[in-house]
């Protein structure tokens, strides 16, 4: 069982950064690959980030790769998204998302982790809102 919970998330304006964090329980998180989705108002949730469990694999969805950077703690149990360059599109509820499943096999595979119906545990969300 992992537990999750997010935070970081606020107002900024177009241009500027923030950088959320998603800290997991339980003593196996290192053994998970982790994700960040996204759901803005009367959208599906759609992926953002992906990262291994190792870290040393990384995947972003285009509409966000060059500006966002997933990472993980392994030690203190956390991953992070560092949110450069935001823009108004940016706004939405953000998800951290907990795999059992071996995620670089989904990421050089069939990209299953694309999609939130290959995540086990999830976070309550943290708003982030962009102004132009």
């Known amino acids: 069982q992992v537990q999750l919970v997010e935070s970081g998330g606020g107002l900024v304006q177009a241009g500027g950064s923030l950088r959320l964090s998603c800290a997991a329980s339980g003593r196996t998180f290192s053994s998970y690959g982790m994700g960040w989705f996204r759901q803005a108002p009367g959208k599906e949730r759609e992926f953002v980030a992906a990262?291994?469990?190792?870290?040393?694999?990384?995947d972003y969805a285009d509409s966000v790769k060059g500006r966002f950077t997933i990472s993980r703690d392994n030690v203190k149990n956390t991953v992070y998204l560092q949110m450069n360059s935001l823009k108004p599109e940016d706004t939405a509820v953000y998800y951290c998302?907990?795999?059992?499943?071996?995620?670089?096999?989904?990421?050089?595979?069939?990209?299953?982790?694309?999609?939130?119906?290959?995540?086990?545990?999830w976070g309550q969300g943290t708003q982030v809102t962009v102004s132009s």
């Open positions: 998302a907990a795999t059992a499943q071996a995620m670089g096999v989904m990421m050089f595979g069939r990209r299953a982790h694309l999609f939130p119906s290959s995540y086990d545990y």
């Open positions: 990262i291994t469990w190792s870290g040393d694999n990384t």
